[in-house]
């Protein structure tokens, strides 16, 4: 099968035939519809992630079909389409019997801890307890958009930070992670101010239903604090805050963005442990927070979301690429400025 393969972390992938997955007893083999390119697999093609063994094939944020099902599998079945949440649990530790699957102390990654969607097919573990059923007429980047960015960002302003109607949440980095949380968020009735340093991010975040913008190009860290206080009521801070981008400066500016008692999630992911402000954590109470995707068990509730059309993943798609363009692609996420909006790899329908 063609996927996408290096042997050396920050060295171009290249399209190539590899060999095909393993299927476990109570795995299944999926062919791939499509997958996301997301940050989190530059992270592990630059050997930011110790679990990635070389060589490797990544993705891990896909929808697809059946193609096999294991001896162990009872709820799933040959050509069903499903999506997968990122982290696929064991179905047996106690962080899954408690519901939270998400932090599995035994969990298996696409992508990461064995070849991922960035191939024609890929192989999932745990099927019965991680696989989650999509229709069929969903938009195959809606589908697989639920997989990483979205789950993660709506269990991060849900489940996490309980975020509610009426509240303002600052969302720090608008690439695909934090124009979800944008979406999201004003899904759920909040006040969105959405901040970047292009005006190309920001604008996709209007789009996405931010109420504002502020464009940190130029600005110093402490500037850039006191133009999103300004634009929350009394300009007291807001209730919620996200940082979607990995970076030390920007997590400190969306903790120190918070009012009194409010709530940090933590969402991108970091080269290096990050300095944090915990003079201004104590002084307000602050609440941080992790978000490390989300239980397929969860996931209903999202879905009924994007069934009601209150949430449209489908609409932060700005690039459909094939696989054999997916390499450069990869690579590009190298440069400064980022391109705004996600980009969905996409197989030929069989």
Not at 93 to 104: I, L
Not at 225 to 233: G, H
Request: net charge negative; with cysteine; hydrophobic share 45%.
């Amino acid at each position: 099968m063609k996927a996408v393969y290096f042997e050396e972390f920050g060295q171009l992938p290249v399209v190539r035939d590899v060999p095909e997955p393993l299927l476990s007893a109570s795995g299944v083999i999926v062919r791939v519809q499509a997958t996301g390119l997301c940050r989190s697999d530059w992270h592990g093609w630059l050997g930011h992630d110790p679990d990635i063994a070389l060589p490797h094939v990544p993705g891990h944020e896909l929808v697809g079909v059946i193609d096999a099902v294991g001896p162990l599998v009872r709820r799933f079945r040959i050509g069903q389409r499903v999506t997968v949440p990122f982290v696929c649990a064991c179905g047996e530790c106690p962080e899954c019997d408690s519901g939270n699957g998400q932090v599995c102390r035994n969990q298996t990654q696409p992508g990461f801890t064995h070849w991922g969607s960035y191939a024609e097919r890929v192989a999932l573990h745990h099927a019965d307890f991680n696989l989650v059923a999509v229709p069929d007429d969903l938009d195959s980047g809606a589908a697989a958009l639920l997989g990483c960015r979205f789950a993660t960002s709506y269990r991060g302003l849900v489940n996490q930070a309980r975020l509610q109607a009426g509240e303002t949440l600052v969302v720090v980095g608008c690439g695909g992670v934090g124009l979800s949380a944008v979406m999201i968020g004003r899904a759920l009735g909040a006040t969105v101010i959405a901040v970047d340093i292009s005006s190309t991010a920001l604008e996709a975040a209007a789009r996405a239903g931010a109420t504002h913008t502020v464009n940190s190009a130029g600005l110093d860290d402490a500037e850039v604090i006191d133009r999103i206080r300004a634009l929350t009521p009394e300009a007291c801070g807001a209730q919620v805050a996200v940082e979607a981008l990995g970076r030390e400066n920007t997590v400190a500016i969306a903790i120190s963005s918070l009012a009194i008692q409010g709530r940090h999630v933590q969402i991108g992911l970091l080269a290096a442990d990050p300095r944090l402000p915990l003079g201004v954590v104590i002084a307000r109470e602050l609440s941080i927070l992790g978000s490390h995707g989300m239980a397929a068990a969860d996931y209903p509730a999202l879905l009924d979301l994007v069934a009601s059309g209150r949430l449209r993943p489908q609409d932060l798609i700005t690039r459909r690429i094939t696989l054999a363009e997916a390499p450069a692609a990869l690579a590009a996420m190298s440069a400064p400025t980022q391109h705004a909006g996600v980009t969905l790899i996409e197989f030929p329908r069989s």
